[in-house]
């Protein structure tokens, strides 16, 4: 009876929003975001994966300089290799795809010692991780940058020019549904009007 109940909570609470108004699909999306690192076998479309690297190109970026490049991966044997280069993204070589989203240092507003590149490319991952989730697949942001030793092995293994950075190696895959979404609202952080 109890999981009948918490179910019935679960359900009422995705079709709601916070103040009892019905939640459209991109808020139900937003909510049901997850970090999934554990995937089961099987491929992840080109179709998919064009629409996920779409969602990403849709996102804003400043002086709409667009400086990112996304690099995707559905070798096995590159899979691998970046598992075994990655120490924090070992789920990459069971997922049935990567995606690498890069900034162009050369593309990007103020020039090649701006941080806008990073700014840019992390609001088209947002997208990337959002329409994941909405076509029903897993995924999870493994941070390349800063970390200098990271930045090099993937620059390496992959062949990227100099001036590109990237930023994540995002696996993408059939999840589990081991993991579940997070509540993070925490009405103590919001401020009204100032601090």
């Not at 080109?46 to 995707?72: S, Y």
């Not at 044997?77 to 070992?90: G, I, R």
């Not at 029903?136 to 001036?163: F, H, M, N, Q």
């Amino acid at each position: 009876m109890k999981r009948v109940i918490a179910l019935c909570v679960t359900l009422m609470m995705s079709t709601l929003a916070f103040g009892g108004e019905p939640m459209n699909d991109t808020i139900k999306t937003i909510m049901n975001r997850k970090s999934v690192r554990a995937y089961k076998e099987g491929p992840v479309s080109k179709d998919q994966l064009e629409v996920i690297v779409k969602a990403g190109m849709a996102a804003p970026t400043a002086v709409d300089k667009r400086p990112w490049e996304f690099i995707v991966i559905t070798d096995k044997a590159m899979l691998k290799k970046l598992s075994d280069v990655l120490p924090y993204a070992k789920m990459v070589e069971k997922a049935g795809a990567a995606i690498i989203v890069a900034g162009d240092l050369d593309r990007q507003q103020g020039g090649r010692e701006s941080d806008f590149w990073m700014v840019d490319c992390s609001a088209a991952t947002e997208n990337i991780l959002l329409a994941i989730e909405s076509l029903g697949l897993g995924a999870v942001w493994t941070a390349v940058y800063p970390d200098k030793e990271r930045i090099e092995a993937v620059r390496k293994l992959l062949k990227i020019p100099s001036t590109v950075v990237p930023l994540n190696v995002i696996p993408v895959g059939i999840p589990t549904g081991v993991e579940k979404p997070k509540d993070k609202w925490n009405p103590k952080q919001l401020h009204w009007n100032g601090w």
